[in-house]
């Protein structure tokens, strides 16, 4: 009974990792944490998982494993013990314009899952997240809401910008046009080539607010990570410093009871949106704001997003919107800057992962008003950055980055050139079959048609580097890179898969486009659409396990392209 007892108080119950290391029958479980180096102190302590998303294809995750021995060692000197984990990490940009685009979005659940399932199966106390590109973070973020247990984000930052041709500031987000001129003739191949050498010359996520760093700064926007942990550059000795303080402050938070959904309120939700549009930040983040939500079990729709467009002002010149790159708003203070800009916006008595109000931390922060970011009474754009269209091509929604639109493509009426594939219409953009005053259509690519909702930036990217961002739109019920700025609009609901509008259109149709007044419709009679659908048979791809199980569970991209069931 004597050493029974013994064993029963080895860890205070409060702790969720007690299920390790307490009680006689767990003498299996405490061999094994023996086996990898746990001595009897350390059986005392919180454990925590450091769940790191390395990779070595990756840019923005080849440092994490750096990184992740900065946050162990915070744990170690706060008092806890620190377990190294990863997960998958994919690179949207590696995947762009061929079959693998049609997995980032997928991955997302896989990442949820993956880390829901290490945690729980080994009962960590609290976990230190290490995530670094598009889909990781949010996935991560999901994870974290799903398990409410006290976590910490530390995304992996941005590159530096490259220099091409005097340019300091070039960022990918430009590179990608560069084979349009170069197809077109405005661009040597020896041009193209130089520039690829020098666009992104260190480790890190790409240098403009793309998707990775829109989420980066979406999630320190939320409070789960330390202000100013977000932009801080992949190369740059401050983002080990915040490796090293999140690792002491998971400790605390443990100790505290700080777990996430305290943070994850509705009232975060919303000044996660307002720093949405006031950065001009990637259509995506809609769908991973949405879905990170859903598992906070806090109501968000996509309607709110369009509110929030109509009065926050877009003031942060950063590309692809923009002119500069993240890392230069970094020295300026980073996200900390956009939120005290908004101050009067947001919601200041929300709680943040450092234990602090969002109104403590913002009255160290002193205001900076420059060509980075604008004031709100002189802003870029009087809306933000997002808007949300409606109409009868998209009775349920669509997004387009507004902030990366011409004025006077703001509103544009087109004839529809349409297409089943990124491929189809890739390849007529290829051969000079888009021309000036069309409405290139690219359906079958939602998250159940893709499946796994594709990004176009081939496309788009196509498309701006020819010249014809001026003078043409596309839709489409895909989606678009971080990267895409132009008339482009996409999460189109419903998607032709399901049956949606867009599956009915034909090449000639007229389509109108009207940001300002939220519209996108199609000028074809109620009867003549009746008939259409009538005769319509919807294309079904052969696709492997894995993303078929995503097709078949995966919810719209109104409502985060979830999977449910």
Not at 126 to 141: E, N, Q, R, T
Not at 428 to 436: E, M, Y
Request: charged fraction near 20%; aromatic fraction near 4%.
């Amino acid at each position: 009974m004597k050493q029974d007892n013994i064993f029963d108080q080895i860890k205070d119950e409060k702790y969720r990792s007690s299920a390790l290391t307490n009680g006689l029958e767990r003498t299996g479980q405490r061999a094994l944490l023996h086996a990898v180096g746990i001595d009897k102190e350390d059986m005392k302590k919180p454990m925590i998982a450091v769940v790191s998303s390395f990779s070595e294809i990756v840019a923005g995750h080849i440092h994490m494993n750096e990184l992740a021995q900065c946050v162990k060692q915070g744990i170690t000197e706060a008092g806890g013990v620190a377990c190294e984990v990863e997960t998958i990490a994919i690179c949207d940009g590696l995947c762009q314009g061929h079959k693998g685009m049609r997995y980032p979005l997928p991955s997302r659940e896989l990442i949820a899952d993956s880390v829901e399932m290490i945690i729980e199966s080994h009962q960590f106390d609290g976990m230190v997240l290490l995530p670094g590109c598009d889909k990781i973070i949010p996935g991560m973020a999901m994870a974290a809401a799903r398990l409410d247990i006290p976590s910490i984000m530390v995304p992996g930052g941005p590159m530096l910008p490259g220099n091409f041709q005097g340019n300091t500031n070039f960022c990918s987000s430009e590179l990608r046009e560069y084979s349009g001129r170069v197809q077109v003739g405005t661009m040597t191949l020896d041009e193209l080539h130089d520039a690829e050498e020098h666009a992104l010359p260190t480790p890190g996520s790409c240098a403009h607010m793309g998707t990775a760093n829109s989420m980066a700064c979406i999630v320190e926007a939320l409070g789960l990570t330390l202000p100013g942990c977000a932009t801080a550059p992949a190369v740059y000795n401050s983002k080990r410093m915040f490796a090293k303080k999140s690792g002491r402050r998971i400790v605390d938070m443990i100790n505290e009871g700080l777990s996430v959904r305290k943070l994850l309120t509705k009232k975060a939700f919303l000044n996660a949106i307002a720093a949405t549009m006031a950065l001009g930040a990637s259509s995506n983040v809609v769908l991973h704001l949405l879905a990170i939500a859903n598992e906070a079990e806090v109501p968000l729709s996509l309607i709110e997003f369009d509110e929030w467009s109509r009065k926050i002002p877009f003031i942060a010149n950063l590309q692809p919107s923009g002119q500069y790159p993240l890392s230069l708003l970094d020295s300026m203070g980073g996200v900390p800057i956009v939120l005290k800009a908004l101050e009067s916006f947001l919601f200041l008595d929300q709680l943040l992962a450092t234990g602090n109000t969002l109104q403590e931390s913002l009255s160290n922060v002193a205001p900076i008003v420059n060509d980075v970011v604008h004031s709100i009474e002189k802003p870029i754009r009087k809306e933000g950055g997002l808007a949300v269209l409606y109409g009868n091509l998209a009775p349920d929604g669509a997004v387009v980055k507004q902030s990366g639109v011409a004025e006077h493509m703001l509103r544009f009426t087109g004839k529809a050139k349409v297409y089943n594939s990124m491929e189809e219409a890739n390849e007529a953009i290829r051969s000079g079959q888009i021309v000036p005053g069309d409405m290139v259509v690219i359906r079958y690519e939602g998250p159940k048609g893709g499946p796994g909702m594709r990004e176009m930036l081939m496309t788009t990217a196509m498309m701006m580097g020819r010249g014809l961002g001026d003078s043409c739109a596309l839709i489409t019920d895909g989606r678009f890179s971080g990267a895409t700025h132009g008339p482009c609009i996409g999460h189109i609901v419903p998607e032709a898969a399901v049956g949606g509008p867009i599956a009915f259109v034909k090449d000639g149709d007229v389509i109108h486009i009207d940001i300002p007044h939220r519209k996108i419709c199609l000028d074809v009679d109620e009867e003549t659409m009746r008939r259409r659908k009538v005769e319509w048979k919807p294309l079904k791809r052969t696709v492997r396990p894995a993303l078929a199980k995503y097709a078949a569970q995966v919810s719209s991209a109104s409502e985060g392209a979830i999977t449910i069931g």
